[in-house]
């Protein structure tokens, strides 16, 4: 059974940083796709950022250049490192992971930037 749990967000000002954590049951991360998506209130949700089984990453461009995705495959765990934050990336953060015919996701994590 698949589970994701993520952790790691909380309330930062302008400018700062957090580091969200995804760990996961029931995968193997350096085999698989993964994503952090995240939902502001009244929105989409959307796709920040993704790594492939390969190690390959994409981001939105509205977080290139100062979120970074990775993985610690002996934890089995997906980061974010999300740095010069901005009010506009207050969001729920969910982790995902995708297969044919089937999608989990955690129960995300709230992160809020003030001005």
């Known amino acids: 059974q698949v589970h994701l749990v993520e952790s790691g967000g909380g309330l930062v000002q302008a400018g700062g940083s957090l580091r969200l954590s995804c760990a996961t049951s029931g995968i193997i991360v350096s085999y698989n796709a993964m994503g952090w998506y995240r939902q502001a209130p009244g929105k989409p949700r959307e796709l920040a950022a993704a790594i492939t089984g390969s190690g390959s990453t994409n981001y939105a461009d509205s977080v290139k250049g100062r979120f970074t995705i990775s993985r610690d495959n002996a934890k089995n765990t997906v980061y974010l490192q999300m740095n010069s934050l901005k009010p506009e990336d207050t969001a729920v953060y969910y982790c995902?992971?995708?297969?044919?015919?089937?999608?989990?996701w955690g129960q995300g994590t709230q992160v809020t930037v003030s001005s």
């Open positions: 995902n992971v995708e297969f044919p015919g089937l999608n989990y």
